[in-house]
T-cell receptor, first 114, second 110 residues
């Protein structure tokens, strides 16, 4: 099976702009989670989608949003970008079976805000 | 709220020595505890995990122990090798939410 893919891999934006990142989960996986990774803060949970519904949400401002499509692909959007949004954004997918919790991570999108 | 503390933040060992990384979680309802290894510039990858009905699990040089009463779990790497150098993250999961520790940068010197 192909792994989790994310596009784009690198992105440079300026303050005030908005950005959309995409994540394609492993085939058959219905749950997609998003994380922000920065050197000082580790892996911070953004949100999780399952069957096109947001199931969990982390402690991020409303500028961070996401959605999931019927094919389980997910997008996250950040509006009104701030310098502090510069980070590696990782998505992870899993089957969402009650007996399987392992999450598989994508390669990430490195966002730089100038 | 849910919280996972991880220590130490950095760890340097000589090749062949053992390394131990410890995590503490706050929510007693957590029932799944994975460990991820992230090499520089790469994605986190699962190296071992343990569920709350098990106290210890071993996979070759890697082992994880879980103390549910104390809400502690630890990663043990024996006979460390330079390729073990990476950042290691512990995590605790309750229902569908996975909370990560802040990571431990392990350096193994030859």
């Amino acid at each position: 099976k192909a792994g989790v893919t994310q596009t784009p891999r690198y992105l440079i934006k300026t303050r005030g702009q908005q950005v959309t990142l995409s994540c394609s989960p492993i085939s058959g996986h219905r749950s997609v989670s998003w994380y922000q990774q920065t050197p000082g803060q580790g892996l911070q949970f953004l949100f999780e989608y399952f069957s096109e519904t947001q199931r969990n949400k982390g402690n991020f401002p409303g500028r961070f949003s996401g959605r999931q499509f019927s094919n389980s692909r997910s997008e996250m959007n950040v509006s009104t970008l701030e310098l502090g949004d510069s980070a590696l954004y990782l998505c992870a997918s899993r089957p969402d079976s009650t007996s399987t919790y392992e999450q598989y991570f994508g390669p990430g999108t490195r966002l730089t805000v100038t | 709220g849910e919280n996972v503390e991880q220590h130490p933040s950095t760890l340097s060992v000589q090749e062949g020595d053992s390394a131990v990384i410890k995590c503490t979680y706050s929510d007693s309802a957590s029932n799944y505890f994975p460990w991820y290894k992230q090499e520089l510039g790469k994605r986190p990858q699962l190296i071992i995990d343990i569920r709350s009905n098990v106290g210890e699990k071993k996979d070759q040089r890697i082992a994880v122990t879980l103390n549910k009463t104390a809400k502690h779990f630890s990663l043990h790497i024996t006979e460390t090798q330079p390729e073990d150098s990476a950042v290691y993250f512990c995590a605790a999961q309750k229902t569908d939410k996975l909370i990560f520790g802040t990571g431990t940068r392990l350096q193994v010197f030859p």
